[in-house]
T-cell receptor, first 115, second 111 residues
Framework: GAGVSQSPSNKVTEKGKDVELRCDPISGHTALYWYRQSLGQGLEFLIYFQGNSAPDKSGLPSDRFSAERTGGSVSTLTIQRTQQEDSAVYLC?????????????FGPGTRLLVL | GEDVEQSLFLSVREGDSSVINCTYTDSSSTYLYWYKQEPGAGLQLLTYIFSNMDMKQDQRLTVLLNKKDKHLSLRIADTQTGDSAIYFCAEREAGRRALTFGSGTRLQVQP
C-alpha cells in the first residue's frame, strides 16, 4: 500500500479481555515501531523491530504487552488482561532505516477504549 | 532520561507568523523533528534538523536550533487556517532509533 495501515481503527473492549492490534508497514521498510499516545500526552515508545534482529522492548509498560512481527512485515501488538489505563491511541510507524537519518512514517492509529 | 517539553497551546491570526517552541534535555540528540497531527489523522513529518545545524528553511517553515540552550523552534510564516493542528517536537538520541516526543502544541488559527 501507499502508507502504513493499522486495524482496527477503533476498538472498545471490557477490562480483563485481550486485544490484538495490527500494523501493515510500508512495503520494503525494514524498521517498525509501536508508540502509544494517551489523552493529552505525547507519544510514548513501546517497541521497535529492525529486520531479523532482536526487538527493542524497552518501552513496553508491563508484561501484559507483547508484539511480534512475522516475516519481517506485518506486526501485531497484543495487550493481555486489558486495564482502563491502557486506553490510548496506538500508533505504528515504519522506516527504511538507512543511514543516520531515517524518516518514520506513521499510520492513522488504533483508538483503544477499555471500559 | 530524556525529556522534551512544549507549551500546550498557541493562538494566532490568519496571515501572522506562528512560533512553536520546544526544549529538550538530552545533549546527545542527533536529529530533531517536527510532526503535525490533524484531527483523526496520523502524524505527518514536517521537517527535521541535524544537531550540528543552526537553521533550516523549507518554504513557509523555518526551524531554529540552539544546541547550547537545547531549544528548538518552528516558525510558520503566513499562517493559514489549514495549519491548525497539534505540532509535536521529537528528538532522536545517539545510538537509539526510537523518538522521544513532546506532549504537543495545539495551534489554533483564527480567521
Amino acid at each position: 500500500g501507499a502508507g502504513v495501515s493499522q486495524s482496527p481503527s477503533n476498538k472498545v473492549t471490557e477490562k480483563g479481555k485481550d486485544v490484538e492490534l495490527r500494523c501493515d508497514p510500508i512495503s520494503g521498510h525494514t524498521a517498525l515501531y509501536w508508540y502509544r499516545q494517551s489523552l493529552g500526552q505525547g507519544l510514548e515508545f513501546l517497541i521497535y523491530f529492525q529486520g531479523n534482529s532482536a526487538p527493542d522492548k524497552s518501552g513496553l509498560p508491563s508484561d501484559r504487552f507483547s508484539a511480534e512481527r512475522t516475516g519481517g512485515s506485518v506486526s501485531t501488538l497484543t495487550i493481555q488482561r486489558t486495564q482502563q489505563e491502557d486506553s490510548a491511541v496506538y500508533l505504528c510507524a515504519s522506516s527504511l532505516s538507512t543511514g543516520q537519518q531515517e524518516t518514520q512514517y506513521f499510520g492513522p492509529g488504533t483508538r483503544l477504549l477499555v471500559l | 532520561g530524556e525529556d522534551v517539553e512544549q507549551s500546550l497551546f498557541l493562538s494566532v491570526r490568519e496571515g501572522d507568523s506562528s512560533v512553536i517552541n520546544c526544549t529538550y534535555t538530552d545533549s546527545s540528540s542527533t536529529y530533531l523533528y517536527w510532526y503535525k497531527q490533524e484531527p483523526g489523522a496520523g502524524l505527518q513529518l514536517l521537517t527535521y534538523i541535524f544537531s550540528n545545524m543552526d537553521m533550516k528553511q523549507d518554504q513557509r517553515l523555518t526551524v531554529l536550533l540552539n544546541k547550547k540552550d537545547k531549544h528548538l523552534s518552528l516558525r510558520i510564516a503566513d499562517t493559514q487556517t489549514g495549519d491548525s493542528a497539534i505540532y509535536f517536537c521529537a528528538e532522536r538520541e545517539a545510538g537509539r532509533r526510537a523518538l522521544t516526543f513532546g506532549s504537543g502544541t495545539r495551534l489554533q488559527v483564527q480567521p
